[in-house]
C-alpha cells in the first residue's frame, strides 16, 4: 500500500472511529463486516463488526487517508499480510469502488495460487470454482460472502493464530489451507487514458502543438522489428539485416519495444501506449542477432557493420536507389594499435539512433557475412 498520511486507530470488536451515517457495508475474506460512511459532520466513519468464529479473539487497526483511503486488518491477519494475503483484500474503500461490497456483490472474487492438488479450502461449500489459471498454478474462485465465516474465514483466523504463536516470518499454511501459496484479489482493471510516461515527457503538450513526428525517419539500429505488431505494421518504411540471423525480424523484444516508444500508434491499448512520436516513420536496422543478442565478428575489421548500417540508413532515409552498400576494408577499417587490438570509432553521425551500449567485442560484425534485404 502506497505511504499516506492517515490517522490510525485501534478498533475493539463491535467499536467505531465515529458514528456512521449513512454507511456501506463490506465482508472481508475472513467473513468480517466494515461498515464505511461519514458521520455529521462529514468525517470518515468504520465501524466492524467480527465474524462469528469459534474461539477467536481479535481487534482490529483501521487506517483512513485524507484521498478517503480506508484499510481494516484483523490482527490475526496480520502475520499473513503480504506474504500469504494480498493486502488490496483489506483495502475496503477500493473493494466498495469496484462494487465488492454487500450490496453489489454476493461474492468476492479471488486468485489462489497453490502448489500441487487442490486445497480442501478450495472446494468447500464456502466458495464458488472457477477457471483454472494453469499458468501461474492457481484457481480463480469466488468467496460467498454469507458462508465465509465458516470456510475460508475459519481457515484464516487458525492460521494467523498459528503464526502469531511461532512469530513465523513467512507463515507455511496448513490444515485446510494447505498448499496454498498466496490469495490476491481479483481486482477489476481500468482503461486510465495515456500511459503515464507519455504525461511525464508531457508528450501530450508536443502532440497539441504539432510535434508528432511527421515527416520524420527514425534508424532503429537493433535487434530488428516484428513488423507484424499491430502497433507498427505501418510505420516501418524499410528493413534491413546486417546480422548473423537469418531475417530483420526481431526475435528478442528489444527492437520492437525501441520502435514502439518511438512511433507505436497504440492500436493495441487502444491509444493508450502510443509512441512519443507516433506520425514518425522507421528503418529497421537488425544489427543484433536473436540470442544473445550480440555481433560475431570473424572479420578483422570491428567497425564494418557501423559503416554499412550508416551509409544504407542515410540513402534509404534520402529516397535514393539503395543497394547493398559495400562491405569493403578499404575506407571503414582504422589503423591497428602497436598491440595489434583495433581502435574503434564509429563512423555513424552523433544523431544518429545507436543500439544500447554493448561489450566491445560485441559491437563488432563480419563483413564477409552483411546481408542486404531492404523492403518497402
Not at 485446510?176 to 501530450?204: E, F, R, S
Not at 527492437?255 to 528503418?283: C, E, K, N, Q, Y
Not at 542515410?314 to 594499435?337: F, L, N
Request: hydrophobic share 40%.
Amino acid at each position: 500500500m502506497k505511504r499516506l498520511h492517515m490517522t490510525a486507530a485501534v478498533l475493539a470488536a463491535g467499536a467505531c472511529v465515529s458514528p456512521p451515517w449513512p454507511a456501506r457495508t463490506v465482508a472481508l475474506i475472513t467473513g468480517d463486516r466494515v461498515r464505511v460512511g461519514k458521520d455529521v459532520g462529514g468525517h470518515m466513519a468504520v465501524t466492524v463488526e467480527p465474524a462469528d468464529i469459534s474461539g477467536r479473539h481479535v481487534v482490529f487497526s483501521a487506517w483512513t487517508g485524507s484521498g478517503g483511503e480506508v484499510r481494516v486488518v484483523p490482527s490475526d491477519m496480520a502475520p499473513l499480510l503480504g506474504s500469504v494475503l494480498d493486502e488490496a483484500l483489506f483495502d475496503v474503500r477500493e473493494l466498495i469502488r469496484d462494487g465488492y461490497d454487500d450490496a453489489h456483490a454476493a461474492s468476492l472474487p479471488l486468485i489462489v495460487q497453490h502448489s500441487g492438488a487442490r486445497s480442501a479450502a478450495l472446494s468447500g461449500a464456502s466458495v464458488r470454482t472457477g477457471r483454472e489459471l494453469t499458468s501461474i498454478h492457481a484457481t480463480a474462485i469466488g468467496e460467498i460472502r454469507t458462508k465465509a465465516a465458516a470456510g475460508l474465514g475459519s481457515a484464516l483466523a487458525d492460521a494467523g493464530r498459528a503464526a502469531l504463536a511461532h512469530r513465523a516470518a513467512a507463515p507455511v499454511l496448513g490444515g485446510a489451507l494447505a498448499g496454498i501459496q498466496h490469495v490476491w484479489l481479483d481486482g477489476k482493471v481500468k482503461a486510465t487514458g495515456l500511459d503515464w510516461n507519455l504525461d511525464k515527457v508531457n508528450a501530450p503538450a508536443a502532440w497539441s502543438a504539432g510535434h508528432t513526428g511527421k515527416g520524420v525517419t527514425v534508424a532503429v539500429i537493433d535487434t530488428g522489428v516484428d513488423t507484424t505488431h499491430p502497433d507498427l505494421p505501418s510505420q516501418v518504411r524499410a528493413s534491413v539485416n546486417f546480422s548473423d540471423a537469418p531475417d530483420a525480424l526481431d526475435h528478442f523484444g528489444h527492437g520492437t519495444h525501441v520502435a514502439g516508444t518511438i512511433a507505436g500508434t497504440g492500436a493495441a491499448s487502444g491509444g493508450a501506449r502510443r509512441g512519443v512520436a507516433f506520425d514518425a516513420r522507421l528503418l529497421n536496422v537488425k544489427v543484433l542477432n536473436d540470442q544473445s543478442p550480440l555481433l560475431k565478428a570473424p572479420s578483422p575489421c570491428p567497425c564494418s557493420i557501423s559503416t554499412t548500417a550508416s551509409r544504407w540508413t542515410r540513402t534509404t532515409k534520402s529516397g535514393r536507389a539503395t543497394p547493398c552498400p559495400s562491405p569493403s576494408r578499404s575506407t571503414a577499417c582504422p589503423a591497428r594499435s602497436p598491440a595489434g587490438s583495433p581502435r574503434w570509432r564509429s563512423p555513424i553521425p552523433p544523431t544518429a539512433a545507436r543500439p544500447g551500449r554493448s561489450r566491445r567485442a560485441g559491437a563488432r560484425a563480419a563483413a564477409t557475412t552483411v546481408s542486404c534485404r531492404a523492403t518497402p
